[in-house]
């Protein structure tokens, strides 16, 4: 059992009980490619994970044959002279959107098929917690490759995955990456095969979803700040935020767990 959120329209979304929400991208017939209008309900979906309760964390796929192929070339080809207009408003919603997974205290995991391109594919692999990958996806930058540049905070990310020379050359020669590529360079978490994408996707969210939140949301916050910032400007903020955590509920429970050499039970207490 569980809720359906978001049931029709560019982006769809359930919630189980266990507090797995599952986000998919709804526009199979352009790729799913990334419009104002998709974008739209893409941060309103986003951000209705941020006031669900109890949420574990949140899952993002795309319906159709890829994940997401990037910006909708054709949308963008069709507003001629407005383009930069339109473009404004674009970007704008995708940093909304970027900003709010960083957030989300919940981890983001992203199951990728297909193409992952742009800012919409690429850079929205690059913003996740964890990635799992079929073995036939594909990856590509592609920004300069249409006179644009990226976006998606992946100027930020990128680097802080693959290195800046990695970075550099991914950036401003859009390589084609395969999966297997992909991994190797620091992009993804795993590269399953391809009719095992959803069940080994499953494997990592009931391992995540058994943690304690508190601890996984604290540990995700401190890693994503902790990108750009000097080791000892972030001392402070991981022994503020360990005495906290051992305060909880969690914590005692996680504690008890080891002594007593079982599986730990947390309830997010």
Known sequence: MGE???????????VDDRGVARLRLNRPEASNGL???????????VMACHARPGLRVLVISGEGRHFCAGGDVKTFASKGTGLPDYLREATARLQMVVQALLALPAPVVASVHGFAAGGGGFGLVCAADLVVAAQSAQFLGGA??????????????LPALVGLRRAMEIALTNPVLTAAEALDAGILTAVVPDDELAARTDELVDR????????????KRLLWSGIGSRVEAQLGEEARTVAELSGTADAREGLDAVIERRAPRFSGG
């Open 4 to 14: 359906q959120l978001v049931g029709s329209g560019p982006v769809l979304l359930d």
């Open 208 to 219: 995540l979803a058994a943690g304690a939140p508190q601890a996984l949301a604290a540990t």
């Open 144 to 157: 300069t490759r249409v006179g644009m540049a990226p976006d998606a905070g992946a100027t930020v990310t």
């Open 35 to 45: 419009d104002v209008d998709l974008l739209r309900a893409f941060h309103d979906a």
